[in-house]
């Protein structure tokens, strides 16, 4: 008696049907192994880091603002006083101005960091908290050179503010060298920033040393990590 069609077909294709299941269940093991076996992320999703991040340098950035101060009615009372006064005060303005370029470049290569990543570990979350931490400590510094700038402790007061400098780069390095771990691909923006910030740390420490010789050269050394920032074709040709 011969069998429909159908039927024979059918037995054809169930050796194969059985093979497809079995390895079929073989990988879906393998994979749930692996997810198994895989330690657990910090946080479920990067945003949430980057949300706490963004708050700290949004108040850093705000606290330079506060140490402006205006000048009592006493003392500018006319309004040639009053410009005085204010031409007085140009040491808070240029601090001012450059710690919101630094703290703004900051940001900048932290954001672009953090979009990079896809799985956040503890590593990469500690190394984020001394990166904030060395962001946090720029408005004491910017304060104590727009205090000190036109005084004799001046070398000093640039001396530290270029050093907290130095440690934001060198703090963004470190940052950069952890999260590379959980890179899907590194943008060569990213790698941009990387190379900013080696050359925030060269400056910076440099910086140090030229503060106890002219504290005003120093501050404008600087000065010109952020404007390597403001300059993305420069690096990249500098990159190559």
């Not at 031409?87 to 932290?110: C, D, K, Q, V």
């Not at 910086?207 to 504290?215: D, H, K, Q």
Request: some cysteine; overall charge neutral; aromatic content about 10%.
């Amino acid at each position: 008696m011969m069998e429909e069609p159908e039927a024979l077909e059918a037995r054809v294709n169930r050796p194969q049907q059985r093979s497809h299941q079995l390895s079929s269940g073989a990988d879906g093991e393998k994979v749930q192994s692996k997810l198994e076996t895989s330690p657990p992320s910090f946080f479920k999703h990067p945003g949430r880091l980057e949300a706490f991040s963004d708050g700290v340098f949004a108040i850093a950035i705000t606290l330079l603002a506060l140490e402006l101060r205006v000048p009592p009615v006493e003392t500018a009372s006319t309004p040639l006083r009053l410009w005085q006064a204010l031409l007085e005060g140009w040491p808070s303005y240029f601090a001012l101005l450059l710690s919101f370029g630094t703290i703004y470049a900051a940001w900048i290569g932290h954001h672009m960091m953090l979009q990079q990543v896809q799985d956040i570990r503890p590593a990469l979350v500690w190394t984020n908290g001394l990166f904030l931490l060395s962001i946090v400590l720029l408005p004491f510094t910017t304060a104590l050179v727009a205090e000190h700038l036109t005084h004799p402790g001046a070398p000093v007061a640039v001396a530290i503010y270029a050093g907290v400098n130095a440690l934001t780069s060198l703090m963004y390095l470190r940052l950069y060298q952890v999260s590379q771990r959980h890179f899907t691909e590194a943008s060569p923006n990213l790698r941009l920033a990387s190379l900013g910030a080696g050359v925030g740390l060269a400056l910076c420490g440099g910086a140090v040393i030229l503060a106890f010789v002219t504290p005003i050269g120093a501050l404008l050394l600087v000065a010109c990590v952020w404007l390597w920032w403001s300059l993305p074709d420069a690096g990249r040709r500098a990159q190559r």
